[in-house]
């Protein structure tokens, strides 16, 4: 069983940053694949980003040159970096990993006012 806690949510003006952290209970060396996806009400959840074991990445193209994805495996942490946020960005953002089957978070609220 593994649990991922994020933290790092908040409320935020437009144009500011916000940097989510995401901690897992085990060791995320040999996980391939983590990524932080993202809900807001009446919509479905969607992937903001991925980052592989090896460092590569892959952004959802709305958040672009404004996200930056980031992992720590010595310390069982994923980050999420955001700059520049909108009003559209507000979500609650969740971080996932599949180790024999997917794993979520509980998910922490970022809203953005205009």
């Known amino acids: 069983q593994v649990q991922l806690v994020e933290s790092g949510g908040g409320l935020v003006q437009a144009g500011g940053s916000l940097r989510l952290s995401c901690a897992a209970s085990t060791s995320i060396a040999s996980i391939s694949t983590m990524g932080w996806y993202r809900q807001a009400p009446g919509n479905q959840r969607e992937l903001v980003a991925t980052i592989t074991s090896i460092g590569s990445t892959n952004y959802a193209d709305s958040v672009k040159g404004r996200f930056t994805i980031s992992r720590e495996n010595a310390k069982n942490m994923m980050y999420l970096q955001m700059n520049s946020l909108k009003p559209e960005d507000t979500a609650v953002y969740y971080c996932?990993?599949?180790?024999?089957?997917?794993?979520w978070g509980q998910g922490t609220q970022v809203t953005v006012s205009s």
């Open positions: 996932n990993l599949y180790y024999y089957r997917p794993y």
